[in-house]
C-alpha cells in the first residue's frame, strides 16, 4: 500500500488529479473516451456485421478499421495508466479494476482472433459467415459490455468509494 500511494502522490499522479489545468484530468479523460469510442466502437461495427446486420457491406472491408482498434487501443492504454497512477491506492486494490483488465485482455485476444480466422478465409464474402465467427462477434460485444460496466462502476462499488467516504 505505501508503494501506491507513493506512485499516487507523485508529481505527475498529484498533477493528473489536482490541476487546474485543462491538459491534466479533462484531457486525460477525453483521450479515454476518444479511444474507447474508436477500440470499442469498430469492434461493435463489426461484431455486429459478423451477426448479420448490414449485409451488403462486405466483410474483407472491416479489416481496414484494425488500424483504428489498435489506435484507440493505445490511446486508452497511455491515459488508462496516467488515470490509474493519479488513483492507484484505490485501483490496485479494487476487484473491479482487475476484472476490467482482465475482460478488456480478453476482448483484445478476441479481437485478434477474429482478424486471424475471419479474413483468413479466402472466401468470406461468398460463403455463410461461419458459426465460430458469429460466436466471436456475440463474445467481442460481451467482452466490451463488461469491461466498460466494470470501469465505470470502479467510481462507485468498492474502496474508491469507502476510502473516500461515499
Not at 107 to 132: E, G, K, L, Q, T
Not at 146 to 161: D, E, K, N, Q, S
Request: net charge positive; proline share 4%.
Amino acid at each position: 500500500m505505501a508503494t501506491l500511494t507513493a506512485i499516487e502522490n507523485s508529481g505527475f499522479g498529484i498533477w493528473v488529479r489536482e490541476s487546474g489545468s485543462v491538459w491534466s484530468y479533462p484531457t486525460i479523460i477525453f483521450l479515454h473516451s476518444l479511444g474507447l469510442a474508436f477500440l470499442v466502437g469498430m469492434n461493435v461495427v463489426l461484431a455486429l456485421r459478423l451477426l448479420g446486420l448490414a449485409p451488403r457491406i462486405p466483410i474483407s472491408a472491416l479489416e481496414r478499421l484494425y488500424p483504428i482498434m489498435w489506435a484507440g487501443f493505445w490511446i486508452n492504454a497511455a491515459s488508462g495508466v496516467a488515470l490509474a497512477i493519479a488513483d492507484a491506492s484505490t485501483m490496485f486494490i479494487s476487484t473491479l479494476f482487475y476484472l476490467k483488465l482482465g475482460l478488456i485482455a480478453a476482448a483484445v485476444v478476441n479481437m485478434v482472433c477474429i482478424r486471424r480466422y475471419v479474413f483468413a478465409h479466402p472466401r468470406i464474402d461468398r460463403v455463410a459467415v461461419p458459426a465460430s465467427a458469429r460466436l466471436m462477434a456475440t463474445l467481442s460485444l460481451v467482452l466490451w459490455a463488461g469491461a466498460i460496466t466494470a470501469g465505470r462502476l470502479t467510481a462507485y462499488i468498492g474502496p474508491a468509494v469507502a476510502l473516500k467516504g461515499r
